[in-house]
Nanobody, 125 residues
Framework: QVQLVESGGGLVQPGDSLRLSCAAS????????MAWFRQAPGKEREFVAR????????DYADSVKGRFTISRDDAKNTVYLQMNSLKPEDTAVYFC??????????????????WGRGTQVTVST
């Protein structure tokens, strides 16, 4: 339905910032609910943040509240994740996900059936 490509990951020190981008191919991008998930080695994929199709409704995991900001630019078919005050615990592969209006738990990865391939974020001294 929609192709998603993440970018912007890298190796940074604790306290640094990164901005991740997710570029979407769909012409109907503005209709999609978007989300970011992450998966650390040996761990299950976990919810990070989500944003409604209008951008008016935003939700964050407790672990990133006050540090991360999700936003979208429909003119560029792109969703962003601004990550500030990064911690070693944030180290993971970050995935972009999209849904087009189904009912369910938007914090669960099973809610989304469109995924990017991920971008690596490593926070280390």
């Amino acid at each position: 339905q929609v192709q998603l490509v993440e970018s912007g990951g890298g190796l940074v020190q604790p306290g640094d910032s990164l901005r991740l981008s997710c570029a979407a191919s769909a012409r109907t991008f503005s209709r999609y609910r978007m989300a970011w998930f992450r998966q650390a080695p040996g761990k299950e994929r976990e919810f990070v943040a989500r944003i409604s199709s209008t951008g008016a409704n935003i939700d964050y995991a407790d672990s990133v509240k006050g540090r991360f900001t999700i936003s979208r630019d429909d003119a560029k078919n792109t969703v962003y994740l601004q990550m500030n005050s990064l911690k070693p615990e944030d180290t993971a592969v970050y995935f972009c996900a999209a849904d087009r209006g189904t009912l369910g738990n938007g914090r669960s990865p099973t809610y989304y059936n469109n995924w990017g391939r991920g971008t690596q974020v490593t926070v280390s001294t």
